[in-house]
């Protein structure tokens, strides 16, 4: 923990936070799709590709560049070299899962969809995908493996081309056959979403905001509870005087924290942007001081039904001022919980040398008593802090004073940046393995691609591993990089030692326990298909697999190296 110099640094330059969070979700996307494909035999391992776009983010991940402090002028390169490492880990999941899928049983009425899940747990988020209506058609029907249709609804629409979203539950590290069938009109299915321009509620929650477009109130329907403290609101909190001289992009001084922020009251315009079966969603417009903000408060109805995401655009351009969103509950809570990635610590209140704190992708705050608490998860941002027992915050942007020295600093950030936020409840204590599969859920999303028809001898979805114990997760799925097994790399989540086993689907051949760096350092224990894992509490264990061959192997992609004659090497 960082106690007053480099506070800022989990916040400023939010755009390298965001594509540095968008690339190791990728990563782990394309290495999963890779050892599917590779084990079947339909496409190698690509591991130059994978360690050179790994090796690019990882250059980036010092100080001061990912942190934010580098000049400007060092953005232009790491940007650049973001956007590459996006675009080959994007490459190598679609080639990963199209050639899965090419054995996959894709013979349908409609059109097929091939939906990956690269997390290890089940994962019910809803699924987009582009599709273009055939002449006369204006609406679509979409159907699960088993011939069950699904919720859906079109989100956008650019005359016939539109995209479709729609209910999904995606079996762990996992390829499943969808269909869309194009229809006039799709008949109406049940929904417990309900939406007005101030109110929005699903079977769970009841969300009303206030003539700011604020949550003044969010009710758990399941056990009665208000999150929300009585005459405050979860909002926007927007703190002047941001005043940091000696080192404006590297501090957050504790000082502007202690300040009562306010929140954007101008030029409120609040509609109903989505009222669907499966998703709804109020938009709030507004703005402060030459910004702009548009926040989407969505709720579903058979999907991740127990998170409300808080979709949000920002056109930053305010001077001196640091954003955060507030979440003042209606409990008492001494401490809050932040995730690490592979663990989680609990924190109390700010103090004068410990109050803006880190966190990855959830911090919990949970009543002293046990009965009740609330997760706020995000997909791209880290700083945090906690001022009282009732209230946990969330930095979204920090653009400080500056004086003569590192005086471009006093426009970091402005400009456009996308981001969610969400809010998740719970009965009882803090089930971390949960906030942790909610929060993967969020940031890691499932990918979609339409796909040819055609017969297929591995069925309708094909599931490459998966665990009996929620508490033990995968976080990692690659070839070993001396080509010989694949690698698995495990951790605990619940801070307490554990037992499980990690499923494959086929008999293991070997097992060995290997290191950070695949040296062996142990025997593993296994039996047919499954690997035993015994852990101690957010212990991380790696093992090294050899799997038997594929009682339906893919043939191997057929490819030819082309000669393109050039006369410049450039990068854009």
Known sequence: LMDIHATGCYTSVAQMKYLNRRNEQMAGAAEGASVMADWFGGVKYPHYTIDEAWKRIIWHQFHDDLTGTSIPEAYRYSYNDEYLSLNQFDNVVRTGMMSVASAMNTDVKGTPVIVYNPISTVNR?????????????????????????????????????????????????????????????????????????????????????????????????RCGKEFVKKGESFSLALFGNNKSYSWPAWEIIKKVLDQKPVTATENVAVSI????????????????????????????????????????????????????????????????????????????????????????????????????????????????????????????????????????????????????????????????????????????KKIAYLAPKHKGTIGKEFVMVSTDNPAIRVKALKKAQNGEGIVVRTYEL?????????????????????????????????????????????EPKSYRVQLAAPAHPIAPAEYENLSLPYNEKAIT
């Open 273 to 444: 942007s989505e009222n669907g079966p499966l998703r709804a969603s109020i938009k709030v417009e507004r703005n402060f001081g030459g910004s702009r903000f548009v926040q989407e408060y969505t709720m579903t109805d058979g999907a991740t039904d127990e998170r409300i995401d808080v979709r949000m655009y920002i056109d930053w351009k305010s001077k001196g001022t640091l954003l955060k969103v507030a979440f003042p509950v209606s409990f008492d809570a001494k401490n809050a919980t932040y995730d690490l990635g592979i663990a989680n610590i609990s924190r109390g209140n700010n103090t004068e040398i410990a109050y803006e704190t880190y966190g990855h992708q959830w911090a919990d705050i949970t009543a002293d008593d046990g009965s009740y608490g609330v997760t706020i998860m995000n997909d791209c941002k880290y700083g945090w802090d906690k001022p009282d027992d009732n209230t946990l915050r969330l930095t979204l942007l920090h653009t400080p004073e500056t004086g003569e020295w590192c005086a471009n600093q006093a426009t970091q950030d402005f400009g456009e940046h996308p981001l969610t936020y969400s809010i998740v409840g719970h009965q009882g204590p803090l089930s971390s393995a949960k906030a942790a599969a909610v929060s993967d859920a969020l940031n890691q």
């Open 494 to 538: 619940s801070g307490n030692a554990a037992s499980g086993k990690i499923t494959f689907p086929a008999d293991i051949l070997s097992a060995v326990e290997v290191n950070g760096i695949e040296e062996t350092i142990g025997e593993a224990s296994f039996s047919g298909n499954t690997l035993n894992v015994d852990v101690a509490g957010f």
């Open 125 to 221: 988020t809803p699924v987009e995908v582009e599709y273009v209506l055939p002449f006369g058609m204006n609406d679509v029907t979409v159907y699960d493996k088993g011939g069950k249709r699904m919720k859906s609804q079109i989100v956008k629409r650019q005359a016939n081309v539109v995209t479709v979203l729609f209910e999904s539950e995606a079996a762990p590290m996992s390829l499943s056959v969808y269909e869309i069938r194009p229809v006039k009109k799709a008949g109406a299915l049940a929904t417990s979403l309900k939406v007005s321009e101030n109110t929005i509620e699903n079977s769970i929650y009841r969300l009303v905001l206030d003539e700011n477009g604020d949550i003044a109130s969010l009710v758990d329907k």
